[in-house]
Every structure is written in C-alpha cells, then in structure tokens.
C-alpha cells in the first residue's frame, strides 16, 4: 500500500556532499514520523535521523551538525541533506516510514553510499 523509493545516492570524496530524496506513494504520509537509517558492511543498522509528522527533527550524535533531513508533505517527499561526508558515513541508506493506527512501518529498498578518495 505504501511504496518508498530513495535516490540520490552515489560516491563522493570525503569532506563532499549529497541530497538523499525519498518518495512515497500510498496513503497517510503526513502523518507518519519519516526515518533514515543506514547500514554499513558487517554493522547493525543504526538510526540516522527521523522528521516527526509535526516537523520536529533528531538525530544520531555521529551525524549531528552535519546531516539534516526535512520533508515536503505537498508531494509526499523525505529529503536527507548530508554534508562533510566522511568514509565512516558509507553505507546503505533506507527511508522508513513509521507506523500510524491500523498500519505498518514500511521500507524503501535503500540507496548506496559510498565516500571514498
């Protein structure tokens, strides 16, 4: 019922920047809290940053000062603003959307990340 389709991935040098965009379709997403995580090789997936539906925004303390995510309810779009990229930051990004009543979470297929020289 909900699909999510992230872009915007790619490789870049250290200290570079990208813009993360996920789409949704389906029904119910401005009331959803939105969420980036991220997966690195032979980690856990770890949290990176989440927009609630009333636009108050969190992030994980690797990341602070340095990403930021924003969303435009007008078309259904979750953005993730990363900047002085550095290798640790190489990983698989996957927007989710959080559950609401009589629903589930739901997850993009992720987008791959990679900062390196």
């Known amino acids: 019922q909900v699909q999510l389709v992230e872009s915007g991935g790619g490789l870049v040098q250290p200290g570079g920047s990208l813009r993360l965009s996920c789409a949704a379709s389906?029904?119910?997403?401005?009331?959803?809290?939105m969420r980036w995580y991220r997966q690195a090789p032979g980690k856990q997936r770890e949290l990176v940053a989440v927009?609630?539906?009333?636009?108050?925004?969190n992030y994980a303390d690797s990341v602070k000062g340095r990403f930021t995510i924003s969303r435009d309810n007008g078309v259904n779009t979750v953005h993730l603003q990363m900047n002085r990229l550095n290798p640790e930051d190489t990983a698989v990004y996957y927007c989710?959307?959080?559950?609401?009543?009589?629903?589930?979470?739901?997850w993009g297929q992720g987008t791959q990340v990679t900062v390196s020289s």
């Open positions: 389906g029904s119910i997403f401005s009331a959803r809290d």
């Open positions: 989710n959307a959080a559950p609401v009543m009589g629903s589930r979470s739901y």
């Open positions: 927009i609630t539906s009333g636009g108050s925004t």
